[in-house]
């Protein structure tokens, strides 16, 4: 039976063009959606823009554009960076499209069907910055203003407003987390959630009065859809919501949102609250990734120290930029970019660990051994302990992708790349030449091995990179998944290999 596997990154706001952030969570996204077609999935990878809202709007309006063109222009950027880094989404949705206004407006239509949403009026604080609402008590005061605990602006707000009965959800949210455990992850934001959500839940206001740009309130155009309620729609938008499609019926339940810790309780409370107001089953998890700050600072436009994708890719090279993002911190933690930092471990792992093993092993065949892949003999004791090694690391690194660790995932992988060099310095194939040119020759043969199954490891993070390694030692394109890893599929002894070249340069620093 064919597994499936549904992986979503939030869909960007197209307020500014892309920076590290935005394209930290859909790098991780790609990483697993490839690891997972590897791995014999059937992948669904979405991301996409969040076209709509005040804030939007108001950047348009600052641009002296249409919302439409602003929208238009900007999220181009997001699909472009798809391209430059390499992101592999199966789909890329729009909330500006018509198949997401069908969708929005059937589920608010089901919604209202099912006596979920009611209208009143609200009066209190919206942070446009932030597109929701605070209550007084979360608020604190600076230069007379009413900041939000996220550092937002906000505004007073009393407008007619339809609410959404989220107070009715508390204790079935309650009970959803204590059944489902890993439904949120990492742990300790799990267990932020639950309190926030013992703290009481009041009604949301899911609708605005005061601006045109959103999806119109189905039999009430007076009102557009709150923002998020609008936006969260997407991910059953791309699987053919409302229709019973194949594609909702097989990647629903599968379902991976990964967010930035800063929108959680949208993903964790309030989809949830809407999903199971409208009789649809839930997603399977939610993972809330940490923040980028830059040398320790926030990134701001106005500090000047927004670093942008392409100057990562421009000045390191793209399969290093999507190696170091993964590689330095754990998923769930901020991060603080430092170029040092960057510097340091894509040539301490990258060219000295990874590059030098497969860089010395390919140039010694190709002095030593005939240029063409060693025919072994016989396996030592030391060649089996590191074929042991190769067979544990897909178990270990798949664990570690399933609980979106990635940072352990290269951990284990770059441990093998390093058990290997430890191995050449103690067989010394150099010295087996004259003393025993068929033991050298089976030294060889592992190695190869070796490096074959870490290419497959590394397929999903440095897509290009790893192509390389496969091809330097003859590796075909149908030998190039997860059910050709380990010792059961070896590499055909006596292929003619070609030259090596240099995959990892190393980065030198100036001065
Ligand atoms: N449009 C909403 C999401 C709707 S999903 C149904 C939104 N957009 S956003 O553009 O403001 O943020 C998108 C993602 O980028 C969030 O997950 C956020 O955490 C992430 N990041 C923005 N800046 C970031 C860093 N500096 N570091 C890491 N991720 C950051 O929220």
């Not at 991301?47 to 063109?69: N, S, Y």
């Not at 446009?128 to 209550?135: I, P």
């Not at 033991?439 to 060889?444: A, C, S």
């Not at 290419?455 to 997860?482: Q, Y």
Request: glycine share 6%; with cysteine; net charge negative.
């Amino acid at each position: 039976m064919t597994k499936h596997f549904y992986i979503t990154t939030p869909i960007y706001y197209p307020n500014s063009v892309p920076h590290l952030g935005s394209a930290y969570c859909t790098l991780a996204c790609d990483v697993l959606a490839r690891f997972k077609r590897l791995d014999g999935y059937n992948v669904k990878f979405l991301t996409g823009t969040d076209e709509h809202g005040q804030k939007v709007a108001k950047a348009a309006e600052a641009a002296g554009i249409t919302p439409q063109k602003y929208v238009d222009e900007i999220s181009q950027a997001f699909r472009d960076l798809s391209t430059l880094m390499n992101f592999s989404n199966d789909d890329f949705i729009r909330t500006t499209e018509p198949r997401h206004h069908r969708a929005a407006q059937v589920l608010w239509e089901e919604l209202l069907r099912r006596d979920e949403i009611y209208l009143d009026k609200y009066a209190g604080w919206y942070a446009v910055r932030d597109e929701a609402f605070y209550g007084e008590d979360e608020l604190t005061e600076k230069d007379g203003k009413k900041i939000a605990p996220t550092g937002a602006e906000c505004d007073w707000v009393e407008e007619e407003s339809y609410f959404f009965r989220l107070s009715k959800w508390q204790e079935p949210l309650l009970k959803f987390y204590e059944d489902n455990p890993d439904f949120i992850a990492p742990q300790s934001r799990r267990n932020e959630v639950i309190s926030f959500v013992r703290g009481g839940l009041k009604d949301l206001s899911v609708s605005r009065t005061t601006f045109k740009w959103g999806v119109p309130v189905p039999g009430n155009d007076k009102h557009i859809m709150y923002v998020w309620l609008d936006a969260l729609t997407n991910y059953i938008t791309a699987l053919g919501y409302p229709d019973t499609t194949p594609d909702m019926q097989n990647f629903w339940p599968t379902a991976l949102h990964v967010v930035g810790k800063d929108i959680l309780r949208f993903h964790a409370v309030y989809w949830p609250a809407f999903l199971m107001a409208a009789g649809i089953a839930l997603p399977h998890r939610i993972f809330a990734h940490g923040w980028w700050t830059v040398e320790g600072e926030k990134m701001s436009k106005s500090l000047g120290n927004v670093i942008a994708p392409h100057n990562l890719v421009e000045t390191y090279g793209l399969d290093q930029t999507r190696y170091f993002l993964l590689r330095d911190v754990p998923f769930g933690n901020d991060a603080s970019f430092s170029h040092t930092q960057m510097i340091a471990r894509v040539n301490a792992e990258l060219a000295n660990n990874l590059g030098n093993l497969v860089q010395r092993t390919l140039s010694f065949i190709q002095k030593n051994a005939d240029a063409r892949m060693p025919q072994p003999g016989e396996f030592a004791a030391a060649d089996q302990t590191l074929l042991n090694q190769i067979e544990s690391t897909l178990p270990a690194v798949r664990a570690h992708m399933d609980a979106q660790e990635f940072h352990k995932a290269l951990d284990a992988t770059i441990g093998l790349s390093n058990t290997a060099n430890i191995y050449i310095d103690e067989q010394a194939p150099w010295a087996l030449r004259k003393t025993d040119p068929a033991r050298m020759v089976t030294v060889l043969y592992v190695l190869c091995e070796t490096i074959r199954n870490l290419g497959l490891l590394l397929l999903p993070f440095i897509p290009d990179s790893a192509a390389k390694i496969l091809d330097a030692i003859g590796v075909g394109e149908n030998a190039r998944t997860f059910a050709s890893y380990g010792l059961t599929s070896r590499l055909s002894p006596l292929v003619s290999l070609p030259a090596p070249q240099p995959i990892f340069p190393r980065i030198e620093v100036d001065g």
